[in-house]
């Protein structure tokens, strides 16, 4: 039997968010706060003689939607760590979309790496290589913080290693993805960089509401919200729904009654829960 590690990590959708630029990618990073979701990515590693990567969207019934080869941020990863792997990640949510996918990649992949070739990194080291790819390759800026636990997290330093305060939710969430918002197109252009600092809100949310509230506040001023986005936003103001757009993609996620059947007719809603920890390592086998 082949030696085999398989590790999760939640996804995130971000709320609103500042970027803070630091001397080197370690000290770079957000403030913001976002809900760790219950979906992620699952990662499968196993020993091979160069890096590969095989990522793969899949349906609810573990169905392969798309396949392809080669993640360069998770490339990255192993290079950093001098290693070299096969390894197969699978997510049920689109790619591109707002829901931290990148981050949550690295993070399952980088355990399930470790685990597989017994390199004895701490969870604080697994998320320092996988925050550093992201910040290298614009593909993220706080979700590697984020899913370093669950809840809904407010992060009050940047970095893996910053302030984070998280309140659980047992509220079920809502989504709707019209189609992807490519990260390094908002985070690498000091233009819309400079729209999203000035509509930073102020200190952390207590609880889902406050977190609505300044989220949607956030994406009204932040000018990221498109034409789809929008409509979606309007139907739910409409039916008295909670909702705002996830940073950064083509997207809406909503809470509270009324918020699927209000989402429904635009296209599929998806239902999400508060993840209630990080990423985590689940079996090694062989
Ligand atoms: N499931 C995955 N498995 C492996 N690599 C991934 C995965 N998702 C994203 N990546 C890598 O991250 C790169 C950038 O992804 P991108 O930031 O657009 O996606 P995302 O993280 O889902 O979106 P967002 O940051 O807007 O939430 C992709 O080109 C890919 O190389
Ligand atoms: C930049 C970002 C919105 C991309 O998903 C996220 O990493 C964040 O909130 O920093």
């Known amino acids: 039997m082949v030696r085999t590690a398989v590790a999760f990590s939640p996804g995130h959708i971000s709320g609103y968010f500042r970027k803070i630029a630091g001397e080197s990618p370690a000290l770079t990073g957000s ?6 979701i219950d979906e992620g990515v699952l990662a499968t590693a196993s020993a ?4 590969e ?7 609810a019934g573990g169905r ?8 360069p941020p998770l490339e990255y990863a192993m290079e950093r760590l001098n290693v070299r792997a096969h390894v197969e990640t699978a997510c049920r949510l689109p790619i591109g979309a707002g829901f931290g996918l990148s981050a949550a990649a690295l993070l399952a992949s980088i355990t399930a790496i470790d685990a597989l070739l017994e390199l004895g990194l701490s969870r604080a ?14 593909t993220g800026l706080g979700d590697v913080s984020a899913c370093q ?10 970095g893996p290693g910053g302030r984070i305060t998280r309140i659980p939710s047992d509220q079920e969430i809502w989504a709707v993805s019209f189609g992807p918002l490519p990260t390094p197109d908002v985070i690498g252009s000091a233009e819309h960089l400079e729209r999203v600092a ?42 008295g729904v ?38 985590h390592l689940l079996e090694v086998r062989g």
């Open 31 to 36: 403030i913001g706060a976002g809900i760790v």
């Open 48 to 51: 091979a003689e160069r890096r």
């Open 53 to 59: 990567v095989v990522v793969r969207e899949v349906d």
């Open 64 to 71: 392969v939607r798309s396949e392809s080869q080669g993640s």
């Open 125 to 138: 080291e697994i998320a320092a290589v996988a925050h550093e790819a992201e910040v290298v390759h614009s």
């Open 149 to 158: 636990g669950g809840g809904i997290a407010c992060r009050e330093t940047p």
């Open 198 to 239: 000035a509509a930073f809100p102020t200190g952390c949310p207590t609880d889902l509401e406050g977190f609505f509230s300044r989220s949607r506040a956030f994406a009204e001023a932040s000018g990221l919200v498109t034409a789809d986005v929008r409509s979606a936003l309007e139907a739910c103001d409409a039916g």
């Open 242 to 279: 909670l909702a705002s757009m996830t940073m950064l993609g083509r997207g809406v996620f909503a809470t509270g009654d009324g918020a699927r059947e209000v989402l429904a007719p635009f296209t599929e809603p998806i239902r999400l829960n508060v993840a209630e920890s990080g990423f």
